[in-house]
């Protein structure tokens, strides 16, 4: 891959599920905070040039010193974080100069991402406007209206959407723009670009590549950390 690869990590959630008056970006997770994990991640990967954070406002300060303490060479500006999560990312595009790049989007609560699902992702980023990272379904989905199931799709048609989540910096800018425009909000990338016709590939990704959306999941990342460091 020729084109420069700038990373946009949103950290802004109120993470409301998580508990009143916790700041879940900044919650430790085998001594060290969470954010901290995708974005060392990321900085491994040498085909990023960029990380461009998203945080809250009254985060700026605390993240530029918590940066500091860390090699994380590859970020120099942090974006501020919208009302939601969509705005942020828009926030996080605004600052883009190469309009050429290639855009990759990571969620900073997911810290288990492994680097060589990066790299196998950009590897993908041909004949198509992005790539995002999945699971395939372990469980039959019903869709349900008024507590009353509706229809069972085909699980062997259906996979659960992670990030990373890679895109042509164009294609998902217009998709944004558009999205902005029509007061159309998801909190999924790819969904925009595809509501723009673009065309999106999905690449296996990693089933501990979890979301950490509650206490739970925080306990369940610490198990998943210490299994890969061989701890018991």
């Known amino acids: 891959m020729n084109e420069q690869v700038v990373a946009i990590v949103p950290a802004a959630g109120l993470g409301k599920r998580f508990g009143e008056g916790t700041n879940k970006p900044f919650v430790s997770l085998c001594d060290k905070p969470l954010l901290l994990w995708a974005l060392e991640t990321l900085q491994s990967v040498p085909e990023i040039t960029e990380i461009i954070p ?3 406002e009254h985060d700026i300060k605390p993240c530029r010193k918590l940066f500091a303490e860390y090699p994380l060479t590859k970020i120099s500006r942090i974006a501020l974080g919208g009302r939601e999560r969509q705005d942020s990312i828009y926030n996080g595009l605004n600052l883009i100069l190469d309009k050429e790049c290639v855009v990759l989007v990571h969620d900073g609560v997911r810290p288990l991402i492994e680097s060589p699902v990066i790299k196998n992702a950009l590897q993908q980023m041909h004949d198509c406007d992005g790539v995002v990272v999945g699971v395939p379904m372990k469980d039959t989905v019903k869709e349900v209206r008024e507590g009353i199931v509706r229809n069972t799709p085909d699980r062997d048609l ?29 909190t999924d990338d790819s969904a925009l ?4 016709g673009g065309t999106i590939k999905v690449v296996q990704g990693s089933y501990t590549n979890i979301k950490v959306t509650t206490p739970e999941d925080l306990l369940i990342a610490e198990v998943f950390l210490k299994m890969r460091r061989g701890e018991s």
């Not at 895109?167 to 998902?172: G, I, K, V, Y």
């Open 54 to 56: 998203v945080v809250k």
């Open 158 to 186: 259906l996979w659960a959407v992670q990030t990373p989540q890679i895109f042509h910096f164009q294609a998902l800018y217009d998709a944004y723009e558009k999205a902005m425009a029509d007061s159309f909000y998801t």
């Open 193 to 196: 670009v595809e509501r723009n």
